[in-house]
């Protein structure tokens, strides 16, 4: 199935997985060019074929994949990542070309991710796995973080249903999901680097906002102010996350 031709090729490693599992493989598939378009969509088709795998992280030249994945072996970090891609996925595949198989495709990985997420935060709270970087007391907020990107994708498909073809590949709608895909990547690349810079996030959101306002669609334009709303409000919650692990550490210092 992946062939010269495509750019694609795949590395096979083994993990222990201790007491969960005996052996796991992990399969990268990396692309020189970007995976887009048809050859995407065969490829998530493909994976979905597969017995007992996630799709645990990807962008736009790589596809992890993990064979009876152990939650263990993730963290918080990588699975609102794999959100954000997917977000980015629709919005592209919105204004590219409407595919329909491939937003049935990313509208059924939305659900998978979030129930994952569902479970890693189960698995955090009763102590079964541990991110070194999650305060217990954050989990509430992070499950907010999540529900909100699952609403925003549901907005997103709501749109493809009610909104005409050609308005969705209109250059303001396209600027539009740009100004909110670098936003919500500001934000959950900053659970990594540990930083937030507050007065740029509020330059980005009114910039956002202003873009989103800009739609002549009055049913797309109120779903993409919509769509602002619970990316500021993520925002809130991820420096309400980044504050409790400050906290977390200045006790471990002392």
């Not at 993990?15 to 378009?37: A, F, H, M, P, T």
């Not at 963290?75 to 997917?86: C, G, H």
């Not at 996350?241 to 006790?251: D, H, R």
């Amino acid at each position: 199935f992946f062939q010269a031709e495509d750019g694609i090729r795949d590395l096979v490693r083994s993990r222990g997985l201790g007491d969960v599992y005996k052996r796991q493989n992990e399969v990268s598939l990396v692309s020189l060019k970007d995976i887009q378009g048809e050859m995407r969509t065969k490829i998530d088709k493909f994976i979905k074929t597969l017995s007992g795998t996630e799709i645990i992280y990807e962008d736009s030249k790589r596809i992890d994949v993990k064979f009876f994945i152990s939650l263990k072996k993730i963290n918080t970090y990588q699975i609102l990542l794999r959100f954000l891609f997917i977000l980015k996925r629709v919005m592209e595949t919105i204004s590219r070309d409407n595919n329909k198989e491939a937003l049935k495709n990313l509208e059924v990985d939305t659900d998978k991710i979030y129930h994952m997420f569902n479970r890693w935060i189960f698995e955090l709270s009763s102590g079964k796995s541990y991110d070194e970087d999650v305060v217990i007391d954050s989990l509430p907020l992070f499950m907010r973080v999540a529900q909100r990107f699952e609403k925003i994708s549901d907005l997103l498909f709501e749109a493809v249903k009610a909104v005409d073809e050609n308005e969705l590949k209109h250059k303001c709608v396209r600027k539009a999901f740009e100004a909110i895909i670098e936003n919500i990547n500001y934000y959950i690349n900053s659970l990594n680097t540990k930083s937030f810079d507050t007065k740029k996030e509020v330059e980005r959101f009114h910039k956002t906002k202003q873009l989103c306002s800009e739609v002549q669609n009055p049913f797309l334009n109120f779903l993409l102010m919509e769509i602002a709303r619970m990316v500021k409000a993520n925002a809130k919650d991820v420096i309400s996350i980044l504050y409790l692990g400050s906290l977390k550490n200045q006790k471990q210092d002392k």
